[in-house]
């Protein structure tokens, strides 16, 4: 008969799975044992001296642990690994004892293992913490931070709940990180939070759109939701870095949020170039790709970009979301706007300046930010103050260009304010909306930044200003510079095709160089186009998101000089005098490209801007600048129905009451008032707004209402603006029918000059190609003035 197996004391069985988690033995392992087991030889003896048994008990644990820890053992794990495999397998034991039958013995050991797994967290942290606490003889962390080992883990944990991209990277032991995170003080969670933050950035910092950011986008959503991970952020150094060379570009590459910002399709400096290349890696030789390819590129780029700008809206509403971190947000888009000014020059110094592709990202995630107050109805017009413009200091607005105003007037109207501030916006600002999908709006309770300022603003207001300014400097520059874009590679596309028939003629080597030069010059312009193309224009949700706050934009300015209603006062409101100039030109930019754009104006309400643009197209009392009424004109010309038949903007000037009534009137007094801009250019100026205008005037004049309208101005205006129309009108085409004339005799003599084979064939390639180019030139001139 076989002998019963004899049982284990609870003693036993406690010491026995303490070993086999903490990976250490009190009395010298047997021969075969796990190499991985330490042998704590001194902890023995002083346990021993103590008259106690050698047993692993919940009384000498953390002993033993701190014991591990200090050692400096050959091949031991290194200290955040050990911890971590020691939670592992806790969690694994605790699943076993879970079956076990004897309730007293599995009550104790319960007991054992979760007081092991609490101190191992906490390790966790003192090392995090203070990592030169313990000693490590791993290499693998040389040159590393110990937190930078924490970092998987996260990725890990946020691959498992499916928002990381899928990395690979390995899941943390279930309720590590709630534990790591959860139970302790902020001020023992700060320095690992800092250190994350840091990480994450250093992942992302020389990323393109092709890389994996999802992770780290992921993971920095993952720390900003617990309330010390946001704490943290806001208050790391690097949250709105300092120093003395502190400008747009060292806020974009240091900053925590900066490089994921940075994250784009987008052309950048050389110094600052992402990888992997996605002009090279998508666009390469695209004029041999097969259209399916480009769209798959297209689509591709498309999609990790919203993903992109979603995941930072979700990062900034959650920190929003906190009352107490809610300023230190507001701060930091302030200070990324005022540091990059200069992103509205003409030519932008990249070294000093944000990337095009950070200040793309930054409008899409603003426009987000917008959604809850830009509805159909601009139901929460009345919550954006335009005291913003005039008293808060945290937007350098009042140093802007204004619609009117002198920014000496603006100065004195200040100045001589009687209320001394504009009205506070007592309702709550809509960031809890926002952040809680509830229909009610509340206060945004932050002081502005600096001091000085005489109100406190809504979160709406702040929020509507600043991404007015994050558009004029980044969605609408973008557009700019891909304008500029497109001319350049036309240009060098003329450019070419002359060297290419000079050296068919006379070929030379020097010139086979340059076109060489050039063709290589036009595969980068046309990767870096397609790189725009793919991040702007095939987003027709960006566009469209762009063109809803604009509509609510002109309503709010319309607002300021008493709502739509035509005649407009013969006195300007200093109100709406004193707006930025850019707040109307950027709405009027967005809607010429997007008219160029298939489909991007399909389901937008295009009412309101038809009723801004005829109100203050022909008003130099309330627009000083006719360049930006000519340009309302040219939003006119985009929209003028062509050909036979109805367009989707025919109801715009056909069956539009205030178009009805003063279109045909307005276009007539800017026909004159261009005459004079007031630039040193303006004499050739007024001929392109002229040609603008006049395609306007002839396409209305077929329209019986519009005709009627002009014929009834003509009897009224008979000695005033119509007079003066006609003198215009009547001048203009003699001065260009004699310049066309003037163009065609020089047209034929430099026709004549390249007929002659002989001597033209003895020319220098220089001068050919000169001759060429002015012959091209002028040839295009005469077509223009014809």
């Known amino acids: 008969m076989a002998t019963p197996k004899p049982q284990r004391s609870p003693e036993e069985v406690e010491d026995i799975i303490l070993r086999k988690i903490l990976l250490v033995t009190l009395a010298t392992p047997a021969h075969g044992a796990d190499p991985r087991i330490i042998y704590l030889e001194m902890t023995a003896a002083e346990i021993l001296s103590e008259g106690k048994d050698l047993r692993l008990n919940r009384d000498v644990v953390e002993r033993v642990l701190i014991d591990r820890l200090s050692g400096e053992f050959p091949d031991a794990e290194a200290p955040f690994a050990y911890l971590l495999g020691c939670y592992r397998r806790a969690v694994d034991e605790l699943k076993k004892v879970a079956n076990m039958k004897d309730k007293t013995v599995k009550s104790q050991v319960e007991v054992s293992i979760k007081q092991a797994k609490k101190l191992f967290v906490s390790y966790v942290r003192i090392h995090l913490g203070n990592p030169e606490m313990f000693p490590s003889n791993s290499q693998s962390l040389a040159g590393k931070s110990t937190i930078c080992s924490l970092t998987p883990l996260i990725f890990g944990a946020v691959d498992r709940n499916g928002f990381g991209g ?6 943390p032991p279930a309720g590590f990180l709630d534990e790591l995170f959860s139970e302790a003080d902020f001020d023992s969670l700060d320095p690992i939070f800092k250190g994350l933050y840091e990480d994450l950035r250093g992942h992302v910092i020389k990323l393109s759109a092709l890389g994996n950011f999802q992770q780290p986008l992921a993971a920095l959503l993952y720390l900003v939701k617990l309330p010390a991970g946001a704490k943290s952020l806001v208050n790391h150094p690097w949250w709105i870095p300092k120093g003395a060379y ?8 240091t900053s925590i949020l900066g490089p994921f910002f940075h994250v784009s399709a987008l052309p950048d400096h050389t110094i600052f170039k992402s990888e992997p ?21 297209f689509t591709t780029i498309k999609t990790v970009m919203n993903n992109l700008y979603e995941g930072l809206s979700e990062v900034l509403l ?6 107490d971190i809610r300023e230190h947000v507001l701060q930091y888009l302030a200070e990324v706007i005022n540091r990059n000014a200069s992103r509205a020059h003409i030519q932008v110094d990249p070294i000093s300046c944000a990337s095009s592709g950070m200040f793309v990202s930054l409008s899409a995630v603003m426009l987000r930010l917008c959604e809850p107050f830009l509805d159909p ?15 808060c200091n945290r937007l350098d607005l009042r ?23 504009a009205d506070i916006n007592s309702g709550s600002g809509d960031i809890e909306n926002r952040v809680v999908q509830s229909q009610g709006a509340s206060s945004s309770g932050a002081k502005p930044a600096s001091s000085g300022d005489k109100a406190s603003y809504a979160f709406i207001s702040e929020c509507f200003f600043m991404t007015a300014r994050v558009l004029n400097l980044g969605m609408l520059k973008a557009f700019s510079d891909f304008k500029h874009l497109v001319q350049d590679i036309s240009r060098s596309e003329d450019t070419l095709s002359t060297l290419k028939a000079l050296q068919e003629q006379s070929p030379s080597p020097q010139m086979q160089m340059d076109i060489a030069r050039l063709e290589k010059e036009l595969e980068l312009y046309s990767q870096e186009k397609l790189c725009y193309e793919a991040q702007l224009l095939r987003d027709p949700t960006l566009i469209k998101q762009g063109l809803s706050f604009y509509r609510l934009m002109v309503v709010w300015l319309v607002s300021l000089v008493g709502g739509f209603k035509m005649p407009l006062s013969s006195t300007c409101p200093m109100e709406f005098s004193s707006m930025p100039e850019h707040f109307a030109e950027d709405a009027m930019e967005l809607l010429i490209f997007a008219s160029r754009v298939p489909k991007a104006l399909d389901g937008v309400i ?40 109805s367009s989707a903007t025919t109801s715009l000037f056909e069956g539009h009451q205030l178009a009805l009534k003063y279109l045909v009137r307005n276009l007539l007094k800017l026909y004159v008032d261009i005459e004079f801009t007031g630039s040193h250019t303006q004499f050739y100026d007024k001929f392109n707004i002229r040609h603008n205008i006049a395609e306007l005037l002839e396409y209305l004049w077929q329209v019986p209402s519009h005709r009627n309208a002009w014929r009834q101005i003509a009897k009224e205006e008979e000695k005033g603006v119509y007079l003066n129309f006609l003198n215009f009108l009547i001048n203009d085409s003699i001065y260009l029918l004699d310049e066309s004339l003037n163009k065609i005799l020089e ?19 220089q001068e050919r190609q000169e001759r060429t180019r002015l012959f091209h030139s002028q040839e295009n001139v005469g077509v223009f003035l014809t």
């Not at 400008?247 to 974009?252: A, D, L, P, Q, Y």
């Not at 998508?282 to 769209?295: G, K, M, Q, V, W």
Request: with cysteine.
């Open 277 to 297: 290349d996605v002009g090279q890696h998508c666009f390469s030789e695209a004029s041999t790709r097969r259209p399916a390819d480009l769209l798959s590129s």
């Open 318 to 323: 959650t920190l929003l979301k906190h009352a």
């Open 246 to 253: 502190l400008n747009g570009r060292v806020i974009e590459m």
């Open 747 to 765: 047209l034929k003599e430099l026709e004549a000059e390249m007929s002659n084979t002989v001597e033209w064939e003895r020319r220098p390639a």
């Open 399 to 421: 140093g802007l260009t204004a619609l009117h105003a002198s920014s000496e007037e603006v100065a004195e109207w200040i100045k001589n304010d009687s209320s001394g501030k």
């Open 377 to 391: 109805h601009c139901s929460k017009i009345d919550k954006i103050d335009p005291g913003y413009v005039f008293y």
């Open 606 to 645: 295009l009412d309101d801007f038809m009723n801004f643009i005829i109100m203050f197209m022909g008003s130099p009392t309330h627009i000083r600048n006719p360049y930006l009424r000519a340009k309302m004109v040219e939003v006119l010309n985009c929209w003028m129905p062509r050909g036979s038949g």
């Open 166 to 171: 899928g990395g690979g990277s390995q899941p």
